[in-house]
């Protein structure tokens, strides 16, 4: 029991410096503003008592606690100025004034978009919501501003790992669950599927010149399984981090690329790969 | 750190880890479906939802507009757009989350978010104008063909019009 015990320690309290904690929390809290940017123009149709989504109804789809703050201020006017204040959290989470709570109410919010109109909502949307409740629960690294974060070479206060353990967690479970549910769909498996997308209404240059690219299109959908299987994995192993961050960037400056409406979702990812961002190491000693 | 908070801290952490490593398990695989049925409250209630199907099969949509179309007694029509308030309208290539929800909500039958557009939608065309009696939710899709029917002849999309409705729009049969 007392092995067991210390061996959980050893996984999830291990100690980091406190800067990798403040990179996730700028990177999110500034996530957060552009998506909150994002549902801006729909807030009132999507959020408020007089939009194109009902609140029972949303509620209906639940099988847990409703807990959205949109409940509490149903109005055009509520919505509008819950938005006002969880971007004013989001600013301060980003600097790292009283960054707890605003953790906290970012938290909060983001829980409150999809429990409120979960139809409307995109993958990136649960990305956020996930990183925001972790992050309510970790060390915060609220003594580093943004700008001190990358001029200064000081090593920060140690703190546990646990949180940032969990969000590398997390990005590993988005990539390889996507993998896993692409191999079972017959367009992945015969290579068709990114002459598709092209061709639809997410391709940003959508026509049918994509045709006479399908064979490269075709290794590229090959590729693209590829890349996402490997993505966690090279960001786990030190040495190899570089290579599955330039991947995991090129990938979704890719779909960025391509797609068209998607920023926030290749945005949103490449926020995660902050969990694993190190500063100050001086070895290739393998960790996290 | 202190002995209770240390203790919370290793049971927080092991309990969130096994919610998101559950994730690997795939929906529609047995033990996938299973565990996420288990974990579906504390899932919705925490928002840590792990469901990451993004693209796992084709888009099948080159083109979507959708628009309520209403009518008078006499036959004349009116169009609106189909968000609220205020009817507006979206472009699906900019503006996902629209496309996500009318791609999503179910109108026959329909679901409740469907069942509470309807009736969101029936109130504002009564208040808007009160000769209308009937409506319709249209969807213009433009469906992408097959590869090999695209090379034939060079069309990339068959346009598909879907109307849902009509719905009265007297108090009696509108709501």
Known sequence: MKAAAEGLASVWLTEVDSRRYAAVRIALGVLVL?????????????FSNVGTVGGAASAELNPGLHLSVFSLAPSPLGVTLTFVCAAAAAALLTIGKWARPMAVAVAWFSLSTIQRAPLATGGWDFV???????????PLGAEWRPAD??????????????????????????????????MGNPYWRN?????????????????????????TFDKLTYLTLLVELAIPVLLWIPALRAWGLALGVALHLGIGLLGTGLWMFSATMLMGYCAFIDFGRKTRNPGL | ??????????VFSSLCAANILAGLFPPGSATGDTLAGALAPARWTTGTWQRWEMFHSIPTLRHMEMHIVARDAGGGERIFGPLLPGFGEFEVEGE??????????????????????????????????????????????????HLAHIRKDGTLAKRVTETFGPYPLRDEGGR
């Open chain 1, 34 to 46: 552009l998506n909150i940017a994002h549902f801006w123009p729909l807030r009132v149709a999507l």
């Open chain 2, 1 to 10: 750190m202190p002995r209770p908070r240390r203790a919370i801290t290793l």
């Open chain 1, 191 to 215: 290579g068709e599927f990114l002459t598709y997308f092209v061709m639809s209404h997410h391709g940003r240059f959508a026509g049918t010149w994509a045709l006479g690219w399908h064979e």
């Open chain 1, 128 to 138: 956020l919501s996930n990183f925001a409740l972790l992050l309510a629960f970790s």
């Open chain 1, 149 to 182: 974060l990358w001029r200064s070479c000081e090593r920060g206060p140690r703190v546990p790992r646990y949180g940032l353990v969990l969000m590398q967690l997390q990005v590993f479970v988005v990539y390889w669950q996507t993998v896993f549910v692409k």
């Open chain 2, 96 to 145: 996902k989350r629209p496309y996500y929800l009318f791609t999503r909500m179910e109108f026959d039958p329909p679901d409740p978010t469907g069942a509470e557009y309807l009736r969101r939608v029936g109130e504002a065309l009564r208040a808007e104008d009160p000769e209308l009696v009937e409506f319709s939710v249209v969807a213009d899709l433009g469906y992408i063909r």
